[in-house]
């Protein structure tokens, strides 16, 4: 260990993935505003047609989400975070490319949201069943924490980011930016000597559909971990929605500059950095299962300051909005992420981590389509009370789940 660094900071390699993720994380968030802006903008696409690409992005997360969890359970889970941001950087890399020969088409696009959705799968599961690994049980929610303040704090700095490279090179160019984000996380990933737990990948191959069934069961017959699931996915599908119609709301109703957006959003993004720095914090505060009603309680409600403001003033409340959603939705998302990974074995956990999240990866590529409808059939303002209405439904299963006694994790079971 490294003397004079605290908790999990004195881990190198805990360290090498810190650096990893916050490198590529800055890179996403100027493709995740570049290529709908390039869509909007260059190729002029329809309410409609930004909602289905925002759906290309999220569809492989719902198709390959389950078996992805069985087959880092499979692989090293480094070597799967490696290949993930390699095939990242080759696809977006192909956008700049594309636009400069003069042949970047909207169908293009949908491609590349398809196939870096699918990597960005292998990437989510293998990353979090890997921590463990890297740093102490007592150190997991600080951990958790300090991963999540580097992945909002680049949420903050890559909006604006984003804005003034559109507003200087234009939305194509600017996702080059992305492309080289992925290969420096590659290359600190490679750096990381532990390549998985002990035992992973050993003994004889069950088929696919059996170890996938297995870390369902686990899900189900866990009452904390199906609650969290089904309010995750409830939130995420509203929540989502909404945030894909407020892009176009802001771009085409309050007409905003892509740099005046870059600008809502980044202000919004410190909700999600403060709300990560504070989260082990109110964890020890508090208790890990009240924290996670807590954070999920207020993450719920944050969504009616967006949707309630009339045009005129539509900038600011989204920004109020979002920063007040960051606040608790850390606090959810650490809280669970360390919950999960206290009370699951770790042979299971690429399939439990897949199966908790997989009402969330449903929900997203839903979430694109029906805002893009709803935008369409009843406006954009009337999509945005949509999410909201839907998304405080998300509150309903974490009270009655039991988390609020839940003040410690259980002992960790047998698999």
Do not use: K
Not at 85 to 95: K, P, Q
């Amino acid at each position: 260990m490294s003397a004079g660094l605290p908790g999990p900071w004195s881990r190198p390699d805990y360290r090498r993935l810190w650096f990893a993720t916050t490198t590529s994380q800055i890179g996403t968030q100027v493709s995740e505003l570049a290529i709908p802006l390039a869509a909007i903008s260059l190729l002029h696409a329809s309410t409609f047609e930004v909602g289905v690409l925002a759906a290309c992005g999220y569809l492989p997360i719902a198709v390959f989400g389950l078996p992805a969890g069985a087959l880092v359970d499979r692989l090293p889970r480094r070597s799967v975070l490696i290949a993930s941001d390699i095939c990242r950087c080759a696809v977006l890399a192909s956008v700049p490319i594309l636009y400069a020969a003069g042949r970047l088409s909207l169908v293009q696009l949908l491609v590349v949201a398809l196939l870096v959705g699918t990597f960005t799968v292998f990437f989510d599961v293998a990353y979090p069943t890997l921590l463990p690994d890297l740093v102490d049980r007592s150190e997991l929610a600080r951990a958790n924490s300090r991963l999540q303040i580097s992945e909002q704090a680049a949420a903050v700095i890559g909006p604006g980011l984003a804005g003034w490279l559109i507003g200087v090179v234009g939305a194509p160019l600017a996702v080059a930016a992305d492309s080289l984000s992925y290969l420096g996380s590659a290359g600190f990933i490679g750096g990381i000597r532990q390549r998985g737990s002990p035992g992973q990948g050993v003994g004889p191959r069950r088929p696919m559909r059996t170890q996938i069934a297995e870390g369902i069961r686990f899900v189900v017959a866990s009452r904390p971990l199906r609650a969290i699931s089904l309010a995750a996915g409830i939130v995420n599908l509203f929540g989502r929605m909404l945030v894909i119609v407020v892009l176009i709301y802001l771009v085409r109703d309050v007409g905003y500059s892509a740099t005046a957006i870059g600008i809502v959003f980044s202000i919004g993004a410190v909700g999600f950095v403060l709300g990560a720095a504070l989260a082990d914090r109110v964890i020890d505060r508090v208790g890990l299962g009240p924290a996670i009603v807590l954070g999920g309680c207020v993450a719920s409600a944050s969504f009616v300051l967006i949707a309630a403001p009339a045009p005129g003033v539509a900038g600011p409340f989204v920004a109020l909005g979002m920063f007040v959603y960051g606040l608790g939705a850390l606090t959810f998302t650490v809280g669970n992420a360390t919950l999960r990974q206290l009370i699951t074995p770790a042979e299971l956990l690429g399939r439990v981590t897949s199966s908790t999240r997989f009402l969330v990866w449903v929900a997203q590529p839903v979430a694109g389509v029906l805002g893009g409808w709803l935008g369409t059939r009843i406006g954009l303002h009337g999509a945005l009370w949509v999410g909201a209405i839907g998304a405080s439904l998300g509150v309903v299963p974490l009270l009655t789940s039991g988390l609020v006694s839940l003040r410690e994790a259980p002992a960790q079971p047998a698999a």
